[in-house]
């Protein structure tokens, strides 16, 4: 019957009219309403279910209690960013580390763990430290792929360390709850902090350049002010939404109000009363907020047509002809989704792919292994939390490293971001494949702090 190929149809002509370059969001409402309409033509898709669409794209946003907190941390990040508070940390953090080898490359790390609310688009998170870090470091004669290595290190780290927006969405698509999603990854991504810090600092000590100074910018004023303004604001604003979140004060959207209102206050403090930057920051954030949603609306209008006619057998049908045991199918996922991290950002991933595949997931049995199938999803999360990551550094395709070329100088070439980004790659892969052989690395955290099992 026809209504078996539907599915596979969808797929076929979303992938072609995607790499035509025309908005996600159109792309995947406009296949969703074209195929229900080709079903009400064939007597496949019964016509009263069109109605239905406005109400479930209503549903996917409308009663969904997470997504309110998206816009508000974005805000949040943007007015960090746009208040100078990112630069002036990255500045600060450098002057605390001194003289040690590779001090602005700890530095740059650092700042992309802090500055992860930022980090709900892959471009803005290492645009913004490009712009904030390169500059600097170039001046101080850092090596070009050292620095073009750190920010696109540094930049795709904050994708998932909470509470950055990805994790809100992996939550959402793996159905588990944003405390546990929020601390899966929080330990692995400390390790590949600690991982880059420790390469950086040896490439700076056996890589050098003759004459190269590394001074830390002269303090302006008392040391404890400095440090207040420089160090403590940002990092307090930042650890009270995640603190606040994770331990179960507040619920998301009331933690993001309060990050929200800090980011606000943020651009008043460093930047004087200037509703003119004020303006700016929350035109930003309408803007990134109105790609984010139209993409989650479109997802919404695809997804109810796809499973209609089937398609969430797609994935388990072809994994039960291939045979394949638990862990060779969870490999043939993450696989999947490392593939298409190189073509589409995760929003994409997450809101179509993910649901595709989700079904094949959920099949798997990790609960011997892993401790229980609850921590399993868990594990399961944090690992495609990383592989995501991990396919926006890997060259050549990788989102990171466009964007890092169009953020950077003019001197700066391709050739040399995919140097200095190879090493970091392997360091990536190591981190996935201790994850997967000892999931309590992902699952502790979770399961000490919220009490899991």
């Given amino acids: 019957m ?10 076929l002509a979303l992938v072609l009219l995607l790499i035509t370059g025309f908005p996600v969001g159109g792309v995947l409402a406009g296949v969703g309403v074209a195929f229900a309409l080709l079903g009400v033509a064939i007597g496949e898709y019964p016509l009263p279910s069109l109605f239905l ?40 953090l450098q002057r605390v580390f001194g003289r040690i080898p590779g001090s602005m490359c700890i530095s740059v790390i650092l700042i992309g763990l802090l500055l992860a609310p930022l980090a709900g688009v892959i471009g803005a998170s290492v645009a913004t430290i ?62 590949l902090a600690l991982a880059f810090m420790a390469f950086f600092v040896l490439a700076d000590v056996v890589r050098r350049r003759p004459g190269a ?49 800090g980011g606000g206050a943020m651009i008043f403090i460093y930047r004087g009363f200037d509703l003119a930057l004020l303006r700016q920051a929350l035109y930003r954030t309408m803007e990134i907020t109105g790609m984010v949603f139209f993409v989650v609306m479109g997802a919404s209008i695809f997804s109810m047509v796809f499973r209609f006619y089937g398609g969430d057998d797609i994935a388990i049908g072809l994994f039960d002809h291939l045979a394949l045991g638990d862990f060779a199918v969870l490999a043939a996922v993450l696989g999947i989704i490392f593939v298409l991290g190189f073509f589409i950002d995760w929003i994409e991933i997450t809101l179509v792919s993910l649901p595709i595949l989700y079904p094949a997931i959920q099949d798997l049995d990790f609960s011997l292994y892993v401790g ?32 890092l070329k169009g953020a950077a100088p003019r001197s700066i070439r391709m050739a040399e971001i995919y140097r200095g980004v190879v090493p970091l790659v392997a360091i990536q892969l190591l981190m996935i494949g201790t994850v997967l052989f000892f999931p309590v690395i992902a699952t502790w955290l979770p399961a000490t702090v919220l009490d899991l099992r």
């Fill in 2 to 11: 026809l209504i078996e190929y539907l599915p596979h149809l969808m797929l």
């Fill in 53 to 92: 669409i406005p109400n479930k794209v209503y549903q996917s946003i409308g009663e969904n209690l997470t997504y309110p907190a998206v816009p508000m941390l974005l805000f949040m990040g943007v007015a960090l960013e746009s208040s100078g508070a990112a630069r002036e940390l990255l500045l600060c």
């Fill in 130 to 191: 490009a712009v904030a870090a390169l500059p600097t470091m170039l001046h101080q004669r850092y090596r070009p792929e050292i620095a073009t290595g750190v920010v696109a290190a540094s930049g795709t780290l904050g994708v998932i360390a909470p509470p950055a927006i990805m994790l809100f969405f992996l939550s959402d698509a793996l159905e588990l709850t944003i405390g546990s999603m929020f601390l899966s990854p929080i330990l692995p991504v400390l390790g």
């Fill in 213 to 261: 100074d590394r001074s830390p910018v002269a303090v302006s004023g008392s040391l404890p002010v400095y440090l207040l303004r420089g160090l403590v604001l940002p990092v307090g604003l930042i650890a009270l939404v995640l603190g606040s979140i994770v331990a179960g004060w507040v619920s998301p959207t009331e933690s993001a109000a309060v990050g929200a209102v």
């Fill in 372 to 403: 229980s199938e609850q921590m399993a999803r868990v594990w399961i999360g944090a690992l495609i939390a990383l592989v995501l990551q991990t396919s926006f550094l890997t060259p050549p395709f990788g989102f990171a490293l466009f964007f």
